[in-house]
Every structure is written in C-alpha cells, then in structure tokens.
C-alpha cells in the first residue's frame, strides 16, 4: 500500500524541521566561539580601532566613508556591543530562544562585518565559508525557524 502524500510531506516537515534546529544550534555554536575570541575587545577597544584602521587602504569608497564616519568613531562602544551580540544571538541559536530573532540579528551583525571590509565584490567572499555559508544558513532560520523541535521557546 502506497503512503498517502500528506503523511509523507508531515514526515519531510518534521525532519526538514529537525535540520534547522541543528543548523541554529551549529551556528549559534560557531558564534559563541567568534565572542570568546573577542573577549579582549571589552576592556581594549583599541583591537578593533585597528582592524578598522587595517580595513581603510584597500577599502571600497562606500566601505570607506562608512569606517571613517560610523565604524571609528564609534570603535569602543561596538568594541563591547560585537563580542556580546555575538555571545548573545550564539547562546539564543543553541537553546532555541527566540531563534528567528536571533537570526536575524547575527545575519545583520555578519553582514555588517562583511560590508565594513568591502568583502561582497571581492571574488574571495563566494569562497569564504564566513561569507554565504553563514549568511544563507541565518536567513534560512530567520525565513522557516519558527516553531523548531528542541527549543525553549515554541
């Protein structure tokens, strides 16, 4: 007897479900370690000055005029907020607490990161797995990640 296309499309939601709430969880993993690389940056806001200042030679007019008049001036503030998003939006995407917000929070947060070094035009961000990767599998949760199996919040 043949399996009637309803239950098998509750099975596939199920497990496509299940996927998901592992790729939250993946990520949210890989962004509690970029925080604690970062966790210098909450006493030194300095670091991140010169990451900034490192970006500015080779940077696209856009990216340029956005480190000059956002990114530095505003480096020890976002030298505390960037470590904490991510250990925040990291520990959200693990224990499935509000996951699509998280999600759209860190897909914003890498996109930020990604326009600040003018890494969209350059033929190394198709092959950066901090590139597409990162931002595909957040707005993949932000898009479907209602609802997941395994999270706190339903």
Known sequence: MATPARARGAGAGAA????????AMLLGVFFIAMSA???AWLTDGGILLRQF???LPNAAPWARWYLETV?????PLFARLVPIGELSVGVALVVGFWTRMAAITAFLMVL?????MSAFW?????????GLPVLGGLLAIAISGSRLPLSVSR
Do not use: D, E, M, Y
């Open 53 to 55: 200042q490192q970006w």
């Open 112 to 116: 930020n990161f990604h326009f600040a």
């Open 16 to 23: 496509g479900s299940f996927g998901l709430r592992l790729l």
């Open 122 to 130: 350059s033929p190394g961000f198709l092959t950066n797995g901090l």
């Open 37 to 39: 690389s970062k966790i």
């Open 71 to 75: 990114c530095v001036p505003g480096a």
